[in-house]
């Protein structure tokens, strides 16, 4: 039975892109060894998208997103962590949503759900 979803993020500066995620981020973390650093995610979903190639995302490609509770505290918060953001925070429809930049010229979205999630992970 699969129990979860294991993510990565490609980047010229994979050492720089794990040490921003432990101290910026401030993710819990299994070390390895050798700097080699697998971090723990509290929660997480998946949605399934259509391709879009006028936006930009063929077939078979994938994305990897941040959510949380309250978009604009937690972008205080990283802001004053040295985070730093592309964008302002815009209605999306599905969420209230902003992008930041990590090491390496990583781009990911942070967003508030504005969907109420299931309350558990039970098929049906």
């Not at 604009?72 to 730093?84: F, M, N, P, Q």
């Not at 302002?88 to 599905?94: F, K, L, M, R, S």
């Amino acid at each position: 039975m699969i129990k979860g979803v294991h993510t990565m993020f490609y980047s010229s500066q994979a050492h720089e892109l794990r040490a921003f995620i432990r101290d910026q981020l401030g993710f819990g973390y299994s070390d390895l060894g050798g700097g080699w650093l697998i971090f723990d995610l509290p929660e997480a979903d998946m949605g399934c998208h259509p391709a879009e190639a006028a936006d930009g995302q063929r077939s078979g490609t994938h994305n990897i997103s941040f959510y949380c509770d309250e978009i604009h505290s937690t972008v205080r918060d990283l802001k004053s962590r040295g985070v730093e953001f592309i964008d302002e925070v815009i209605n999306a429809g599905y969420g209230l949503v902003t992008h930041f930049r990590m090491p390496g010229e990583v781009i990911v979205q942070l967003y508030q759900p504005l969907y109420t999630k299931r309350a558990t992970n039970a098929p049906g």
